[in-house]
């Protein structure tokens, strides 16, 4: 299982270190081209047993894991890697929504959707890495045509903080955004997460948070795109 060649980030950051799971080597070898292609990724390895790649990696910064791995769905195996700290994107042909937010639900940092193609492959890898959400359209669409009930009220506050912190890389950001302390951001965060787990429907990750905040209406998917934007206006100047 080598490695890719280590690549040359232009901004000098040393690439994002990436594990592959899958047990088909043709979408492997698929994946691994994609990610190559990109400068600020590096495949560290490959292999259809999660527990054998990240023996080989373990410094992985995200794993890229197919959903079905030997005829078994490893929604338990993706849980277990995201309470062990892992940023997990899902890849997988199984797309029905149920399936996909029960990854989510399991702690997936993100589900790719395996007809999506390298834009989205690549930018959703990279987003994980950095803790930051990105919606791929297969999961937009089960986000948005989700039909559980039991939507809880979020205040305006609450709403935008959730908005800002979805754009945005710290809640520090948001605070300076919003013009309030970083402590407030973080209380009308975990409002939201208490008002989701009073209801029935738990979020434990931000990625959670953002599949219902998308389910219920209250963040539109293509409000996340304009992340670059907000992150540049956070950005303190020289």
């Known amino acids: 299982m080598d490695a890719d060649p280590v690549a040359q980030d232009v901004s000098g950051d040393p690439p994002v270190g990436v594990a592959i799971v899958d047990d088909h080597p043709v979408v492997i070898d698929g994946v691994r081209a994609w990610l190559a292609s990109e400068p600020r990724l ?21 794993v890229l894991l197919d959903l079905r791995l030997h ?21 997988s042909e199984h797309t029905d929504p149920a399936t996909m937010l029960a990854a989510l639900d399991a702690g997936a940092a993100a589900f790719l959707a395996k007809h999506e193609g390298r834009e989205h492959c690549v930018a959703t890898v990279l987003a994980a890495a950095s ?17 559980r009930p039991d939507r809880p009220a979020l205040s305006d506050k609450e709403r935008e903080a959730l908005l ?10 948001v605070a300076r955004r919003m013009r309030i302390s970083e402590h407030t951001v973080k209380q009308y965060v975990d409002r939201a997460r208490i008002k989701y787990t009073r209801a029935g429907r738990p979020a434990a990750t931000k990625a959670a948070l953002l599949a219902r905040a998308i389910e219920d209406g209250l963040v539109r998917p293509e409000e996340i795109g304009i992340y670059r934007s907000q992150a540049a206006a956070d950005r303190p100047t020289p």
Request: hydrophobic residues 45%; aromatic residues 6%; glycine residues 8%.
């Open 42 to 62: 590096r495949v560290l390895a490959t292999g259809d047993d999660p527990d054998q790649v990240l023996r080989d990696a373990p410094d992985a910064d995200v």
């Open 71 to 91: 005829g078994r769905m490893v929604i338990d195996k993706l849980a277990e890697l995201s309470a062990a700290g892992r940023r997990v994107v899902v890849y």
């Open 164 to 173: 800002l912190w979805f754009q945005s890389m710290s809640k520090a950001s």
């Open 131 to 147: 803790d930051r959400p990105y919606v791929p359209p297969a999961l937009a669409g089960a986000m948005v045509g989700d039909p």
